[in-house]
């Protein structure tokens, strides 16, 4: 089966690649896909509860997923191509002029108050001692960060850019990527989109090889993340110049442990059941935890039985590990489809000659299509609830200061470029 999952890889690369397409959101699904089920070409995943890093062969069934899941994205990304290549957004917000600046005030004042709440536990290399006192300054702070970065760079605002992109490296800096990461894959998409249908290894493989570095700087900052915040140069200028880090970096990273929740699921016919979905309904009640609300996630529930040696820090979560605990194939298929239809909304929608709303999209569906593997549902839900929220939010806000100053400006950035 490891045969199967990766000839089916080899031919999505080759489409993706090589066939005259625009990137979009099933490009960033398919190879995100790959980088996640990296234990797929290996043969392995590591149990984190047994203290070494013995590889643990990958079941048949866990396989199946794998290919099930890439297949289905290289499915869905040919009949959209089909059905849908010429097909652009039509609709155009008005009065939306100031919703870039709005995004990085908003960003700044996160950031102001998650100083100010946080205190020296934000600088503290044990990142277990940050955590303790996060709140939720810091969610408005990067999620603000990231939208303001993707919205200045689609209306050419280099100023407010590089404002959200000093922030973000800030976020990164204390001990957290993603954001970083979903912001660089969210202009990338809309970079590479703009150049609409191409061969994309042909035409553009620059921005690839662009796009091949910051992954591995991804990939190699999670082992030099404390070492940086020690300010313990030396170490990291030494990993840095040595190869074994490289390789250590992607062969002990997070995709090995993020499948062995898969694994394990499926070895032991571990059962989940659905009860723990109606925690879905508190993420559509703002400030529902507050309130009271305790909602249970998947690693509640597989993390103790599974891994009991390893409580004692967390492991994140698999979403696809999740439905076929809950339900079985009905279910993990019934999800999949799901996932790629909202890839096909994702891609059409980050097609938009309105910089809003290609920007916000890109930001959205982004964690929808690359993040969305280490996750639950209920924790993927309340990261695009959040996006929304801020999306929302500065959109609005914009609307009312145009309302204001009754400006009727004409707005640059929403000429209509068709699709080439």
């Not at 108050?113 to 990067?142: C, E, S």
Request: charged share 10%.
């Amino acid at each position: 089966m490891q045969v199967i999952f990766v000839i089916v890889t080899i031919i999505g690369s080759i489409y993706f690649l090589f066939s005259k397409r625009q990137f979009d959101m099933f490009s960033i699904a398919f190879f995100s896909g790959c980088v996640y089920f990296l234990p797929g070409y290996f043969g392995y995943v590591f149990d984190p509860s047994t203290g070494s890093f013995l590889g643990i062969p990958i079941e048949l069934e866990t396989y199946c997923v794998m290919t099930a899941i890439v297949g289905a994205i290289l499915l869905m990304a040919v009949l959209f191509d089909l059905l849908f290549k010429n097909y652009q957004p039509r609709t155009i917000i008005r009065g939306n002029m100031w919703s870039v600046q709005l995004a990085v005030l908003t960003a700044i004042i996160g950031f102001i108050m998650t100083v100010a709440t946080t205190g020296d536990a934000l600088l503290a290399p044990d990142k277990n001692i940050m955590m303790a006192q996060l709140n939720r300054w810091h969610t408005l702070w990067v999620t603000a960060a990231s939208l303001g970065a993707v919205l200045s760079f689609r209306r050419s605002r280099w100023g407010l850019f590089a404002i959200c992109m000093f922030l973000l490296f800030f976020d990164m800096y204390i001990g957290f990527r993603v954001s970083f990461a979903i912001t660089l894959i969210s202009i990338f998409t809309l970079w590479a989109g703009d150049k609409g249908r191409q061969r994309f290894a042909v035409r553009s493989w620059k921005i690839g090889a662009i796009g091949l570095a910051s992954a591995l700087f991804l990939f190699a900052y999670k082992h030099l993340c404390i070492a940086v915040k020690l300010g313990d140069w030396h170490l990291i200028m030494k990993q840095l110049l040595c190869l074994d880090f490289y390789i250590t970096a992607i062969t002990h990273s997070e995709p090995f442990v993020t499948q062995t929740i898969l694994n394990q699921v499926l070895s032991k016919r571990f059962v989940a059941g659905m009860e723990h979905f109606t925690g879905l309904v508190y993420q559509f009640i703002l400030f529902s935890s507050e309130l009271g609300a305790k909602a249970t996630s998947f690693n509640d529930l597989f993390q103790p039985v599974l891994f009991p040696d390893a409580v004692g820090w967390g492991m994140a979560n698999n979403i696809w590990a999740e439905m076929w605990s809950s339900g079985g194939w009905p279910l993990l298929i019934l999800f999949l489809i799901v996932f790629v239809l909202v890839l096909a909304i994702g891609s059409y929608l980050i097609r938009s000659a309105d910089p809003e709303i290609a920007a916000g999209s890109a930001v959205l569906f982004s964690y929808w299509a690359f993040y969305i593997h280490r996750n639950d549902l209920l924790y993927q839900i309340n990261l695009e609830k959040d996006v929304m929220l801020v999306w929302i939010i500065c959109t609005l806000g914009s609307q009312l200061l145009s309302t204001m100053s009754k400006r009727t400006v004409r707005d640059p950035h929403l000429s209509k470029q068709p699709i080439q």
